[in-house]
């Protein structure tokens, strides 16, 4: 091949924006935006890089097809269930404790940067875990039912 058609296909594709496995679209997140509001930025978990269990392999049981919104305290630690059994959602109560019920998954535990309200996910199928990123609106979801 043509070495200037490399180039000039390396030059374009480094332009292209990319979205790595966290990043979400800001219109998946929320769907009403207030002027001078907050509602645009994504929230990320500060605890993310210090406890593993938000990179967990695989989503916990379907709980509820919308998220659940709470106003969260800046610097308290919350503990949001991954598994789906807590009768608590969207936080945990220990079930997965019970090992009649062999639950591999563990709650996540977070924190945010600023009090105001969030939507934590309640599908358990976000990527950016505890926060909801829009996944619940797919078809499939909206499909599940609840057990």
């Not at 200037?4 to 979205?19: C, H, Q």
């Not at 969207?90 to 105001?116: A, E």
Request: aromatic share 12%; with cysteine; glycine share 4%.
């Amino acid at each position: 091949m043509n070495s200037n058609f490399l180039m000039g296909r390396l030059s374009y594709i480094s332009r292209v924006p990319s979205m790595t496995k966290y990043q979400t679209p800001k219109r998946l997140f929320s769907s009403k935006l207030k002027e001078n509001d907050d509602a645009e930025e994504i929230p990320v978990n500060p605890l993310k890089t210090v406890y593993t269990a938000s990179h967990q392999k695989g989503d916990g049981k379907f709980y509820d097809k919308k998220p659940f919104k709470i106003t969260c305290e800046e610097g308290k630690v919350y503990h949001w269930c991954l598994c789906g059994h807590s009768k608590n959602q969207p936080f945990c109560d220990g079930t997965h404790n019970n090992v009649f019920l062999k639950i591999k998954h563990k709650p996540v535990k977070f924190t945010v940067t600023k009090t105001k309200e969030y939507y934590l996910c309640n599908c358990k199928r976000t990527q950016n875990r505890p926060f909801c990123d829009g996944t619940h609106k797919k078809p499939e979801i909206q499909e599940m039912r609840k057990y």
